[in-house]
């Protein structure tokens, strides 16, 4: 019998993975809350399914004696050394396609909450001692949805289920993706554009990119410069594409009117983090920050999709098939 491990996030017992696997693996389920605790104990395994609270690090893969695939249980694998992998001649791959609605559901939900000021109403509301004035004022100048644009930087899966949601509130759309088959825009029937026209002509930003070099930092001063000061950003992509420290500053300065934001480039983060002292501040008038701990990807549904997804790519490698979601092939050394 093979050896499967689970490194973080799911807790034991492994039933999902367990009957998918259970004709040709044992599953083990090692809790990890850190990188430094996977040291030593997937050295034998046959198989690594990870999830995002752990990395596999250069030295955590040069442990790896047995392993034959490596599954990122999600769809960003940042936390993998891809190249490392590849030239040791070990897939890693990703679930690409589970937690699409989930995700471009939050994104639009916290688009909306910007725009409407839900939680800019309901916060002045619940710390006050009277709710006198009970009129429109608590919410700021709201913008109508379908006079908005709504621009969407990088549209795959999530981007492409976003800009649809969005087009059936009419908004207009407007996407920037370098990687876009052409066309593909009018399938879906958005307008294609440059970063920079997109930036200044969006009154809603939604980030839908994967964490790359080219993608770190991607909205930084430079780019919050370049947007509205009646515009919102959106971020259920990767942490790091948005430079948080110069976000504060822009929502601080009231250079942009308020932003939803799902995931941080450190998480849980640090009290020290200048976005969430913002977001915890207590000013007048309020900032229109909402943020939410990386749960934009989480149904009971997509969760168990994930697990399912994981599994059966891992039953695929184990049994000599071919993986189909490999994410490190241009490292990949072929025999």
């Known amino acids: 019998m093979y050896r499967v491990v689970i490194t973080d996030c799911i807790e034991p017992p492994a039933v999902v993975e367990g009957n998918a696997l259970s004709d040709i693996a044992t599953v083990e389920c090692l809790e990890a809350k850190s990188t430094e605790a996977l040291r030593g104990k997937l050295v034998d395994a046959n198989a690594i399914i990870l999830y995002h609270e752990v990395d596999l690090t250069s030295e ?26 590849g030239k040791l001649g070990l897939p890693v791959c990703n679930v690409p396609d589970y937690g699409i609605d989930e995700v471009a559901d939050h994104a639009i939900g916290m688009m909306l909450n910007c725009l409407r000021g839900f939680t800019l109403a309901e916060r002045r509301f619940r710390k006050a001692t009277t ?15 379908g006079d908005c644009t709504l621009g ?7 981007g492409a289920a976003a800009a649809l949601r969005a087009k059936a509130l009419k908004m207009r759309v407007i996407v920037y993706d370098p990687y876009l088959r052409p066309g593909i825009e009018k399938v ?6 440059g970063f920079e026209y997109l930036l200044k002509e969006s009154d809603v930003v939604s980030m839908h990119t994967p964490l790359t070099e080219e993608t770190h930092h991607m909205i930084g001063a430079e780019a919050l410069a370049q947007m509205k000061p009646t515009a919102y950003l959106i971020n259920t992509a ?60 989480y149904s009971e549904a997509a969760l168990m999709e994930i697990r399912e997804k994981s599994s059966a790519e891992v039953a695929r490698v184990l049994r000599g098939e071919q993986p189909w979601n490999v994410v490190n092939g241009e490292w990949l050394k072929r025999e």
């Open 152 to 158: 969407i930087i990088g549209c795959g899966r999530i």
């Open 60 to 85: 955590l893969i040069r442990e790896l004696k047995q392993c034959q695939v490596i599954v990122r249980g999600g769809v960003g694998y940042d936390n993998v050394d891809l190249k490392l992998a």
């Open 131 to 145: 709710l006198l004035p009970w009129d429109r004022h608590d919410v700021g100048k709201v913008l109508r949805t």
């Open 238 to 297: 990767r942490g790091v594409v948005v430079d948080t420290s110069a976000l504060a500053e822009a929502l601080r300065e009231r250079r942009i009117a308020g932003a939803g934001i799902d995931v941080l480039p450190n998480e849980p983060p640090s009290l020290d983090d200048p976005l969430i002292q913002l977001w915890q501040a207590d000013l007048d008038p309020p900032i229109n920050l909402t943020i939410t701990p990386h749960t934009a990807y």
């Open 188 to 193: 879906y029937g958005v307008e294609r554009v």
